[in-house]
Every structure is written in C-alpha cells, then in structure tokens.
Nanobody, 114 residues
Framework: QVPLVESGGGLVQAGGSLRLSCVAS????????MGWYRQAPGKERDLVAR???????NIVDSVKGRFAISRDNAKNAVYLQMNNLKAEDTSVYYC????????WGQGTQVTVSS
C-alpha cells in the first residue's frame, strides 16, 4: 500500500481555488497529526498547515485566511482547501504526518498564473 497519495493540483489563475486531497495508509494516518507541506523550485519543503487527530489546526501566516485544512478519519484522508490563490503559492504540495516521518509521496503540482 502506497503510504501517501496526493491529488487535486493543477493550473489556476490568481484568485482562484483548488482543493487538494491526500489519502494515507492507515498506519501513517491513525493517531497522528497530519500536515500539508509545499516545496517551490530551489527552496526547502515547508509546512503550510497541520491538524491534530482531534481537529486542532495550525496555519502558517502566509496562507492564513486563505487555506484551510481538514481531515476525514474514517477515510484516512486529509484535505487542503486553497482560496484566493496567489502566484507565490505555486509549489508542489505534499501531505505527511506532523512531524513528517512517513515516506514522502509524489506530491501534487499547483501552478498559479498571475
């Protein structure tokens, strides 16, 4: 079973929205906080949002008010709703546990055109 599978990325104009999905293996998901991370070309992979098993969220300042994280514990899934996208949000987006201890998936590319 693939540990983490992200989907939902694409090309969108600035101001648009996307909803990313991640399905995790039960061993990675159950009992763990989950997070969304992103990596732009030439930059390090950074945390964007995280959510505890009980639903407590933390969103980084650069996307606060625009991005929201949610999870469905029954489906071992975590989601990232991204609104009012900006060109600087262009990155490959990954999900993982928080802190990230699982094998990284392939991610999903988000490209925002200005």
């Amino acid at each position: 079973q693939v540990p983490l599978v992200e989907s939902g990325g694409g090309l969108v104009q600035a101001g648009g929205s996307l909803r990313l999905s991640c399905v995790a293996s039960a061993s990675n998901f159950r009992g763990n906080a989950m997070g969304w991370y992103r990596q732009a070309p030439g930059k390090e992979r950074d945390l964007v949002a995280r959510m505890s098993r009980s639903g407590i969220t933390n969103i980084v300042d650069s996307v606060k008010g625009r991005f929201a994280i949610s999870r469905d514990n029954a489906k071992n899934a975590v989601y990232l709703q991204m609104n009012n996208l900006k060109a600087e949000d262009t990155s490959v987006y990954y999900c993982n546990t928080y802190p990230p201890v699982a094998t990284w998936g392939q991610g999903t590319q988000v490209t925002v055109s200005s």
